[in-house]
């Protein structure tokens, strides 16, 4: 009910210090809120369209700019002129409201992309939440082997602070963006969870079913306690407690334990791949 129907248009743009692409997604308010309520009322929005694309579709939006009511452009037949909106994003002349970004570059710092800064209303904040709190972003480093044992006697909340750093890097998001009661559908695309599961195996000794970290209770609180003994009980799926204290079970190159083609490829459950001769 916040935002305009039919006036939303996402499109890709370049990131900064990465390969690839970024998606940045814009957004009509129904109602524009003043530059001392933006802050308050939009970075629910963002966060909750991010979440909700996310957990439907499994792709991470880096990008959310909420427009004021009637701003973005349209065809003449009345569709949105989407790339129209990417120059004008990229222009950073967008009538916007408020505008978050998700991604964080080398410098700790949430960036709008690489050809331009986003510009917001000079009575509209650009939200920089977490910009102090990003610069605890660790790169990525290569995995070593665990003691099980020595992972189960940690503290939980030096568990949660190490599960937390690892979808930091994962999501490219600062620790404050993290919602660690929240599924990690919410926060990670399917590629970015297949990951983590991985990482479960190999640098906590926890063995998972390829399913279990894509359901709605897969939570960062409830993982502190499955690492705590190195399965999930609830794990319905072909998961093993396996011996020696939860160490995990073998996994394949790409850290899936699914099989045929698709468990080659690191395809997130549910996908089934075949060959056509």
């Given at each position: 009910?916040?935002?305009?129907?039919?006036?939303?248009?996402?499109?890709?743009?370049?990131?900064?210090?990465?390969?690839?692409?970024?998606?940045?997604?814009?957004?009509?308010?129904?109602?524009?809120?003043?530059?001392?309520?933006?802050?308050?009322?939009?970075?629910?929005?963002?966060?909750?369209?991010?979440?909700?694309?996310?957990?439907?579709?499994?792709?991470?939006?880096?990008?959310?700019?909420?427009?004021?009511?009637?701003?973005?452009?349209?065809?003449?037949?009345?569709?949105?002129?989407?790339?129209?909106?990417?120059?004008?994003?990229?222009?950073?002349?967008?009538?916007?409201?408020?505008?978050?970004?998700?991604?964080?570059?080398?410098?700790?710092?949430?960036?709008?992309?690489?050809?331009?800064?986003?510009?917001?209303?000079?009575?509209?904040?650009?939200?920089?939440?977490?910009?102090?709190?990003?610069?605890?972003?660790?790169?990525?480093?290569?995995?070593?082997?665990?003691?099980?044992?020595?992972?189960?006697?940690?503290?939980?909340?030096?568990?949660?602070?190490?599960?937390?750093?690892?979808?930091?890097?994962?999501?490219?998001?600062?620790?404050?963006?993290?919602?660690?009661?929240?599924?990690?559908?919410?926060?990670?695309?399917?590629?970015?969870?297949?990951?983590?599961?991985?990482?479960?195996?190999?640098?906590?000794?926890?063995?998972?079913s390829d399913?279990?970290?894509?359901?709605?209770?897969?939570?960062?609180?409830?993982?502190v306690e499955v690492?705590?003994?190195?399965?999930?009980?609830?794990?319905?799926?072909?998961?093993?407690?396996?011996?020696?204290?939860?160490?995990?079970?073998?996994?394949?190159?790409?850290?899936?334990?699914?099989?045929?083609?698709?468990?080659?490829?690191?395809?997130?459950?549910?996908?089934?791949?075949?060959?056509?001769?």
């Open positions: 009910d916040t935002l305009r129907p039919g006036c939303i248009a996402a499109f890709s743009v370049d990131p900064v210090g990465a390969a690839g692409d970024d998606v940045a997604l814009v957004a009509e308010l129904r109602e524009a809120p003043s530059g001392k309520d933006a802050e308050s009322k939009c970075a629910p929005i963002a966060n909750e369209i991010r979440a909700a694309i996310n957990r439907e579709h499994s792709l991470g939006v880096a990008h959310i700019i909420l427009l004021r009511p009637r701003t973005i452009t349209k065809t003449t037949s009345g569709k949105i002129a989407r790339s129209w909106c990417r120059k004008a994003y990229i222009a950073g002349s967008l009538d916007a409201v408020y505008a978050k970004s998700f991604r964080v570059d080398a410098s700790g710092t949430p960036s709008f992309g690489a050809e331009s800064s986003q510009s917001t209303s000079s009575n509209a904040p650009t939200s920089t939440t977490g910009t102090s709190a990003a610069a605890a972003v660790v790169p990525p480093v290569a995995a070593k082997a665990v003691d099980p044992e020595t992972i189960r006697n940690m503290d939980k909340d030096v568990i949660l602070k190490k599960l937390v750093g690892d979808v930091c890097r994962l999501g490219a998001m600062s620790p404050d963006m993290v919602d660690k009661s929240a599924a990690l559908i919410t926060m990670l695309d399917s590629l970015s969870i297949s990951q983590f599961k991985g990482m479960l195996e190999q640098e906590y000794a926890t063995t998972l399913e279990y970290l894509f359901r709605e209770d897969a939570t960062l609180t409830k993982l690492v705590k003994i190195g399965y999930a009980p609830d794990d319905g799926g072909d998961a093993q407690e396996g011996g020696g204290g939860g160490q995990a079970t073998a996994v394949n190159a790409v850290g899936s334990s699914g099989g045929g083609l698709a468990g080659a490829l690191g395809c997130p459950p549910g996908v089934v791949c075949c060959v056509v001769s």
